[in-house]
């Protein structure tokens, strides 16, 4: 593969920043195309003085995909992190000690996942909030959900944004629910029927209170000609 020349930034791993971290450290590893040994580990023969030149030549490779690998995860790592895994063996070692560090254990999984649950079925529309707002803050926990194991498809995050809209958008979620089928839109394509929604409702509210305010303006003209003209009348008078 031809050298563009622009080098590969390794991610700084934080006490929070995992799920994000490991996704970049994925997308890095693959770009290095060493992802694979750490996916699937390096293994060591028992036996090296029979294997072909061949077996000889892939195991010297092996080795020396899964050194790149561990050298660009410790890249990635402070001093006090580093020291927690110095004394691994191989790329895939360090990735699993690093996943159990910051993931936890199954039961920490378990509990962080209720959490996850709990916070996706309590999201509901703030009064006010843009459509596009709303979207990210479901995104945020639905992704957060997936890194952790739960299987979530397009069908369930959009019904409960449609359950879970301001109160506003009940014509255009009911014309949405009898009238398209979920399982053939996309989330993009939700939102965008929802923006364009939302903002035929915005300029309708602003002609309605440019209206209202013309006519406001109108009595308070009207108001005060007639209170003019009472006065001009009394001084007649």
């Known amino acids: 593969m031809a050298n563009t020349g622009v080098p590969f930034q390794v991610p700084m791993l934080t006490k929070s920043n995992y799920d994000n ?40 490779d092996s080795r020396k995909r899964d050194k790149k690998a561990l050298c660009l995860i410790y890249q990635g790592l402070d001093e006090d992190t580093f020291e927690k895994i110095s004394g691994v063996k191989s790329a895939k070692e360090a990735w699993e000690k690093l ?34 707002d709303y ?43 009898e009238t398209k089928d979920l399982e053939a839109m996309s989330i993009e394509q939700l939102l965008g029927s929802l923006q364009a929604y939302e903002e035929k409702k915005k300029k309708k509210e602003e002609i309605t209170e440019q209206v ?3 006519h406001v303006d109108s009595r308070k003209e009207e108001n005060t000609h007639n209170q003019s003209r009472r006065s001009y009348s009394q001084e007649q008078g």
């Open 21 to 60: 971290w490991s996704l970049r450290m994925i997308a890095l590893l693959g770009a290095h195309d060493v992802w694979e040994v750490v996916e699937k580990g390096h293994i060591e023969p028992e036996n090296l003085e029979s294997l072909s030149q061949a077996q000889k030549d892939n195991l010297r």
């Open 99 to 132: 996943k159990i560090s910051y993931k936890g254990a199954d039961q920490v999984k378990k509990v962080r996942l209720q959490t996850l649950r709990g916070e996706f079925e309590a999201l509901h529309m703030k009064e006010g909030e843009l459509v596009s």
């Open 135 to 177: 979207f990210s803050r479901v995104l945020t926990v639905t992704n957060n959900l997936k890194r952790n194991g739960e299987k979530l498809d397009d069908v369930r995050i959009m019904e409960k944004i449609l359950r879970s809209l301001d109160p506003k958008f009940e014509h255009i979620v009911t014309i949405t629910e």
């Open 212 to 214: 209202l305010k013309a």
